[in-house]
Structures are given as C-alpha cells and as structure tokens.
C-alpha cells in the first residue's frame, strides 16, 4: 500500500507540473513567441481582431528582443549583425502585414451605408 500511495503522489506532482508548464499567453508575448500563440486555449479563444493584436503585440515585443543587442552586435561582428537586421526587417514585414490584416478585417465588418432618401 505503501508503495501505491507513493506513485500516486508522482503521478500527481507530475500533473500539476505539466499544468504549471502548459505556456501562458502573457509569458508568450512578452517574451516575443508569437509563433508559439497557438498553443494557449486562451489565444484560441480569442476573436479574430484580438488574436491579430496579440500577435501584433508579440513580435513588437521580439523586435524589441532583438533591437537590444543589435549595436553591440554591430561592434563586435558586423556579419551577425547582417543576420540580426534581417530578422528585425522581417519581423517589420510581419506586423505591417498583421495591421493591414487587421484593418481590411474590421472594413469587412461594417455595415455598408444606406443612401437616405430625402423627403419631398
């Protein structure tokens, strides 16, 4: 019995540390993984606008990662730096891609104006 008890003691340890595990959105993005976004429930349920902003949010946040160490880079290895600058530059692409995405998506769901007929 002994025994039984202590394995379902693991077991249970083992659990709760898989949960503890299980990503974060806010950890995510402010660590820039917007990549990873879909892994969490909680990006899932999100609604197209907000998953576009979370996202948005998450590669500012790795331009920013990334910005950080780019003049040091520039210093010491000028051909890192190349590699560095073309991932910021990409990164760019991507959440000018996303605000467009963003944009012709919230377009997309406004109620197209009436004329008004003028009384006579």
């Known amino acids: ?11 249970r340890r083992r659990t709760e ?4 595990e299980e990503p974060k959105l806010g950890r995510l993005v402010a660590n820039g993984e917007w990549e990873r976004l879909d892994e969490t429930s909680e990006f899932r349920e999100k609604n197209v606008e907000g ?37 910021i530059k990409y990164l760019r692409n991507v959440k000018r891609a996303l605000g467009q995405e963003l944009v012709e998506n919230i377009q997309s769901q406004r109620a197209p104006k009436l004329p008004v007929k003028k009384a006579a």
């Open 1 to 11: 019995m002994r025994t039984e008890d202590l394995h379902r003691k693991e077991e």
């Open 17 to 20: 540390e898989a949960r503890k």
């Open 51 to 87: 998953r576009i902003l979370t996202t948005i949010s998450a590669v500012d946040n790795r331009i920013q990662i990334l910005e950080k160490p780019f003049m040091f880079v520039v210093r010491t290895d000028p051909s890192g730096a190349g590699v560095i600058l073309e991932k």
